[in-house]
T-cell receptor, first 114, second 116 residues
Framework: SAVISQKPSRDICQRGTSLTIQCQVD?????MFWYRQQPGQSLTLIAT?????????ESGFVIDKFPISRPNLTFSTLTVSNMSPEDSSIYLC???????????FGQGTRLTVV | AQKVTQAQTEISVVEKEDVTLDCVYE???????LFWYKQPPSGELVFLIR??????QNEISGRYSWNFQKSTSSFNFTITASQVVDSAVYFC?????????????FGTGTQLKVEL
């Protein structure tokens, strides 16, 4: 199984600022994803991070707010831009090696915006 | 569109009781996968099981068992002799290959509280 390291594990940020979350995998993976989990809610897919090209965003999420990078097959970043208290959530990175295989998740980044 | 329903928002049991967490899904896909994940208070998501749509055999792993019934579109999860360490939020998830957009769709989760 893939081992995923996500940084930071938690942060408290001022509104109007931006935070970049890093996701590092211990092996090359085909698919990387970013999810948001608002307090007490389920997980919602933000986007699929594509290696070498622009991320594919789900309905309701835009690149200006959540820019994503994926420079290689083991690393991705998600930036939460111009934060507001509504962005307070857990953000999770996940990877799957082949279509339909189990998706492995990082430990999440618990973000609080004040 | 695919949909995953976990009707039980919260369940409380006393340690050593058996508990079943329900999961019902809706799909028009012919090929798909179903998953269960555990999310303890620390926040990480722990993979428990994956089942594909062509394999309806029930599975047992220690105190955990899963019952997949394609006829009722259900994939229920039973914990036998529950323990306090089982307290967590459990998510059922769906992954469709033919029309599911190749992404996981999660249910709303069931909060399980196991008390002494």
């Amino acid at each position: 199984s893939a081992v995923i390291s996500q940084k930071p594990s938690r942060d408290i940020c001022q509104r109007g600022t931006s935070l970049t979350i890093q996701c590092q995998v211990d092996s090359q993976v085909t698919m990387m994803f970013w999810y948001r989990q608002q307090p007490g809610q389920s997980l919602t897919l933000i986007a699929t991070a594509n290696q070498g090209s622009e991320a594919t965003y789900e309905s309701g999420f835009v690149i200006d707010k959540f820019p994503i990078s994926r420079p290689n097959l083991t690393f991705s970043t998600l930036t939460v831009s111009n934060m507001s208290p509504e962005d307070s959530s857990i953000y999770l990175c996940s990877v799957e090696d082949r279509v339909g295989t189990e998706a492995f998740f990082g430990q999440g980044t618990r973000l609080t915006v004040v | 569109a695919q949909k995953v329903t976990q009707a039980q928002t919260e369940i409380s049991v006393v340690e050593k009781e058996d508990v079943t967490l329900d999961c019902v899904y809706e799909t028009r896909d012919t090929t798909y996968y179903l998953f269960w994940y555990k999310q303890p208070p620390s926040g990480e998501l722990v993979f428990l099981i994956r089942r594909n749509s062509f394999d309806e055999q029930n599975e047992i792993s220690g105190r955990y068992s899963w019952n997949f019934q394609k006829s009722t579109s259900s994939f229920n999860f039973t914990i036998t002799a529950s323990q306090v360490v089982d307290s967590a939020v459990y998510f059922c998830a769906y992954y469709g290959l033919t029309g599911g957009g190749n992404k996981l769709t999660f249910g709303t989760g069931t909060q399980l509280k196991v008390e002494l």
